[in-house]
């Protein structure tokens, strides 16, 4: 991959955006190149937990421009275009909506800008982490558009209505303090070695449990975040119904006794009909 490095060790996958020459910017190739890892790592089950980092000053500076050229160039100038839109947006949405159904937790680890539609991209986090320097703008609303990729949805499940409708409307930055204040960031590091340090470390506590109860919690949340609390219980008891496993939790106690890490089955391997003759 020309965008990423993709590695996967001890059950943690890390994939680090790889342009810091071009500030990490989001071109053709890397929505490509992403929608191939994520699509990988999900069908593989092999990986408990992915951690994405990146490389250089910022994290990344959002939607290369040139993306918006060429063939998916946004035509204003018929009805029809404009409704090529729609559909041109939902691919795009997509794409980042894979961090959120991705079958394991994922982590990001943000230093210096995260601008634009990497803000889209973070907010489909599970966690994050960001060193001292770090700043988040909504950069849309500075060069005549509306953020469109995920951000205005996912945001305001995350920091108070006022703090993302000032963000949204200004395009002013928001330093990793405040953003650690307003609940965006789990976490601030003086340093990119310590952030990432620290990304993996709770990574390995994630890789460390039933991958399987991972994959029900990470369910459950989501569920919630978008429900009542009456129906998030039922659905609660659909899925503990599903996934309780007497074995596992014996492991995971007798594991805690004796003083080592528990073994656990991966999720197994997904096909798919397409991959048939």
């Not at 590695?7 to 989001?26: K, W, Y």
């Not at 994405?52 to 050229?69: N, Q, R, Y």
């Not at 996912?154 to 204040?181: M, S, W």
Request: hydrophobic share 45%; glycine share 8%; charged share 20%.
């Amino acid at each position: 991959m020309e965008c990423f490095k993709l590695s996967q060790q001890d059950h943690i996958a890390h994939l680090v955006l790889n342009r810091p020459e071009a500030m990490n910017t989001m071109h053709p190739q890397f929505w490509r190149e992403l929608d191939e890892a994520l699509t990988q790592l999900h069908r593989e089950g092999s990986s408990r937990v992915l951690v994405i980092s990146s490389t250089g000053k910022h994290f990344s500076a959002g939607m290369a421009l040139e993306t918006f050229g060429g063939d998916i160039a946004m035509d204003d100038r018929t009805p029809e275009g404009r409704a090529a839109v729609y559909d041109l947006l939902t691919d795009m949405q997509a794409t980042f909506t894979e961090l959120e159904t991705l079958r394991m937790p994922v982590i990001a680890a943000i230093q210096g800008g995260c601008i634009g539609g990497a803000v889209d991209m973070v907010t489909a986090c599970c966690i994050r982490y960001a060193t001292a320097d770090a700043f988040f703008c909504i950069q849309e609303i500075n060069i005549g558009m509306v953020a469109d990729v995920g951000t205005l949805q996912r945001l305001p499940k995350l920091v108070p209505l006022g703090v993302v409708k000032e963000l949204a409307y200004t395009g002013r930055r928001l330093p990793a303090q405040k953003a650690l204040g307003y609940g965006l960031v789990n976490e601030v590091f003086d340093t990119q070695e310590a952030m990432l340090a620290a990304a993996l470390k709770c990574a390995a506590e994630i890789a460390a449990k039933p991958p399987v109860a991972i994959w029900g919690t990470k369910q459950v949340i989501h569920y919630t975040r978008d429900h009542s609390v009456q129906d998030s219980l039922q659905q609660m008891g659909w899925v503990q119904g599903a996934i309780w496993s007497n074995a596992h939790v014996r492991e995971a106690v007798t594991a805690m006794k004796e003083k080592r890490a528990g073994v656990f089955p991966d999720l197994p391997k997904l096909g798919s009909f397409r991959d048939l003759a």
